[in-house]
């Protein structure tokens, strides 16, 4: 999911949300390649706007290639690339006619992220398909639910990008991207805009691990200019805390804050996390969004969980549970 020199990676380690297991081969003396995935299904009973019941299966399986190989001067090259089916056992897995008139059985694969990386001293440059800096450092944090999750800022954008992160220095680091669009490409048309810049920075400041980052925005939405977020992650006793805040605009160039607190610990067979986060957006009322989960360890890389979310918005929309699945390997 991410690169082993960005603060994200530990962040999602500490969040625990499931990590495969995959299998390693060494090639020759300087070459590894490896394979991993998971089964990833889920079902949902929420409301609609209309605060009617309706259930939907969703599957977020995927398969996980990897390659390592030493470079000159001490470097390394290295290769992620994840694919994810378009169909699976979602709610068109009996082959009906899925959104946009497309069915099940043409729905294929899709290439989820694919990036190559260059490490070394200087720290990592890496070219491909990911996630952005808003994403890896801020809201990566909120993103723990399997099925119901909360609502993430309007500046994180899965895209091209070309990315510099520095090594760590004594428990600090930086980053720095642009996400690249050609000018043929409908974002281009869309924003007037063929590239825009991102930058994070972290901090461990032993307890307590600090992330801040910006990104013009400009390839996701022409109103998202200028987004910002900041968040901290501790552990106090057995429970592990975080917080976020994310300032961002949408449609029509309204305000998007973004605040909360989020807790997680483990128990005997699993883990138990709740999280609150209030919603502010110029010209609507405020929103409280509260999403709780417990997981049950059925065996190594194997668990399943429970989720109910309150979004606080109009006839309960959005309101339910959720029940997922996770095997990785």
Do not use: C
Not at 98 to 121: C, I, K, M, P
């Amino acid at each position: 999911m991410m690169k082993k020199t960005t603060s994200a990676l530990a962040i999602a380690a500490l969040l625990g949300t499931g990590a495969a297991s995959a299998a390693t081969f060494q090639i020759n003396d300087t070459t590894t390649v490896g394979i991993g995935g998971a089964f990833y299904p889920f079902y949902t009973d929420t409301k609609n706007d209309k605060g009617n019941s309706t259930d939907g299966y969703g599957d977020a399986s995927r398969l996980i290639f990897t390659a390592e190989k030493a470079a000159v001067n001490g470097m390394t090259a290295s290769l992620y690339y994840q694919l994810r089916p378009q169909g699976g056992l979602g709610d068109f897995a009996d082959g009906s006619l899925a959104t946009g008139g497309q069915d099940e059985g043409s729905a294929g694969v899709s290439t989820h992220v694919a990036h190559a990386t260059l490490s070394g001293d200087f720290g990592s440059v890496t070219y491909g398909k990911n996630d952005n800096l808003m994403y890896r450092y801020i809201d990566v944090i909120r993103d723990y639910n399997d099925a119901i999750t909360f609502t993430f800022s309007d500046a994180i954008v899965r895209t091209r990008i070309l990315n510099y992160a520095s090594p760590d220095f004594d428990g600090f680091g930086f980053e720095v991207e642009a996400e690249l669009a050609g000018d043929s490409e409908p974002v281009k048309e869309k924003t007037g805009n063929s590239s825009s810049a991102n930058v994070a920075a972290y901090a461990d400041l032993d307890p307590v691990r600090l992330h801040a980052a910006y990104t013009a925005g400009n390839l996701q939405d022409s109103n998202s200019d200028g987004a910002y977020g900041v968040a901290a992650v501790t552990s106090i006793d057995v429970i592990d805390l975080s917080a976020t805040y994310v300032n961002s605009k949408i449609n029509d160039g309204q305000d998007e804050k973004i605040a909360g607190l989020y807790a997680s610990t483990s128990y005997s067979f699993g883990s138990l996390h709740l999280g609150v986060q209030e919603v502010d957006v110029s010209n609507a009322s405020n929103r409280t969004e509260v999403v709780g989960r417990a997981t049950y360890d059925i065996a190594d890389n194997v668990y399943t969980s429970v989720e109910y979310g309150n979004f606080d918005k109009a006839n309960d929309a959005g309101n339910g549970f959720g029940v997922s699945l996770w095997y990785g390997f």
